[in-house]
């Protein structure tokens, strides 16, 4: 049967409805199914605080008693810096401290003596002033007796002489006693800068003993070692870093949800991550950290369309407790899907319910 022109345009024209419809149909059957407007996802990757193990002082790595992928507890030792010089120092401040603690005893001893020639000057004046008062005792005799004739002029001078000499010497026991009083006050005053010298040798070593027990680094969180950055023998500067953790109490997944979302996102809102690598198990999470800037959007915002290219980092935390449950199987670099629930009265679906790991 002969086919017309029209007859053949027709039927070209039918084939491509026909696959047009096809390819319609197959892309719906095999796109990926949403959850509806009450459920929003991101893509993302587990991440973990870093935590770097520095030391604060300048020296030589003397040992490293940990390996990468290690699990490390709080408190635990991690590294050893070489401490030769920092022990001579203790020695040398533990040398003064003693001599420092003689000199206190010594300064002590030196108020004790100061207060006893006081004691000895002080006695000595009541001697020159009984002297003196008995020398005018004689005087006044003297004179009495000098008025009635009765006396020699010469026991007279050698009575009035007798006075004057006796109240100099008084002058001079007083100013022995004035000066044993100075010399208290110094011996005081030496004591106090003994103890001074002390308590400055006692801080002295205190700093030292810290310094040795900083030169031992040890875990300040529990986690696993990510790296080894420097070697036993290396010399490294203060602050140099020796070790790089991972806080395995402190793990999330960063995402990203445009601006006609995030702004229905509110902190503690429920979040299921399913991993790339374990689709199998879906993990609970919770919102913990929504940017208030987008990070990456066009400099000049002029049309609609463009404003939906705002782009915010979302951050769901894992829970710690969780965590420690499965601490072996914490891996972070992991890629995978965050599903977070924008309606409150809508059920998670059968495929998003939480299954976790024996």
Do not use: C
Not at 27 to 49: D, K, Q, Y
Not at 219 to 241: F, K, M, N, T, W
Not at 245 to 253: K, S
Not at 309 to 323: G, H, N, P, S, T
């Amino acid at each position: 049967m002969m086919m017309t022109p029209a007859i053949k345009k027709g039927l070209i024209a039918a084939g491509v409805l026909a696959a047009a419809v096809g390819a319609v149909l197959a892309w719906t059957a095999l796109r990926p199914a949403g959850l509806g407007a009450g459920f929003v996802s991101g893509n993302g990757r587990i991440e973990a605080t870093e935590i770097d193990v520095a030391t604060r002082l300048a020296g030589r790595v003397q040992d490293i008693m940990v390996n990468e992928g290690d699990f490390v507890a709080i408190g635990q030792p991690l590294a050893q810096m070489q401490v030769d010089v920092l022990d001579a120092q203790r020695d040398e401040a533990r040398a003064k401290s003693q001599q420092a603690v003689t000199a206190v005893a010594s300064a002590t001893a030196q108020v004790a003596v100061r207060r006893s020639d006081t004691a000895a000057a002080e006695a000595l004046v009541e001697q020159r002033e009984s002297e003196l008062d008995a020398a005018r005792r004689r005087l006044a005799r003297s004179e009495t007796l000098a008025k009635k004739g009765m006396t020699a002029r010469q026991t007279l001078d050698d009575d009035r002489a007798a006075v004057h000499g006796a109240q100099a010497t008084l002058a001079g026991a007083q100013a022995q006693v004035a000066a044993a009083v100075a010399a208290i006050t110094a011996a005081q005053a030496q004591v106090v800068g003994a103890d001074s010298a002390v308590t400055a040798s006692e801080a002295t070593i205190a700093r030292v003993a810290a310094d040795i027990a900083d030169s031992r680094l040890k875990s300040p969180r529990d986690g696993r070692v990510q790296y080894r950055i420097a070697q036993p023998g290396e010399v490294l500067a203060a602050g140099g870093r020796v070790l790089n953790l991972v806080d395995l109490g402190d793990v999330y997944m960063t995402f990203f949800l445009p601006e006609t979302v995030v702004g229905r996102v509110a902190l503690g809102s429920e979040v299921h991550l399913v991993l790339d690598a374990a689709p199998q198990y879906v993990i609970p999470a919770r919102v913990s950290y929504v940017a208030s800037t987008a990070q990456f959007t066009p400099k000049t915002v002029e049309t609609a369309s463009e404003r939906q290219k705002l782009m915010f980092r979302v951050k769901a935390q894992i829970d710690r407790e969780l965590l420690h449950k499965h601490l072996k199987m914490v891996k972070t670099g992991l890629p995978g899907m965050a599903w977070l629930k924008l309606d409150g009265s809508v059920p998670w679906p059968d495929k998003l319910a939480i299954r976790l790991p024996q």
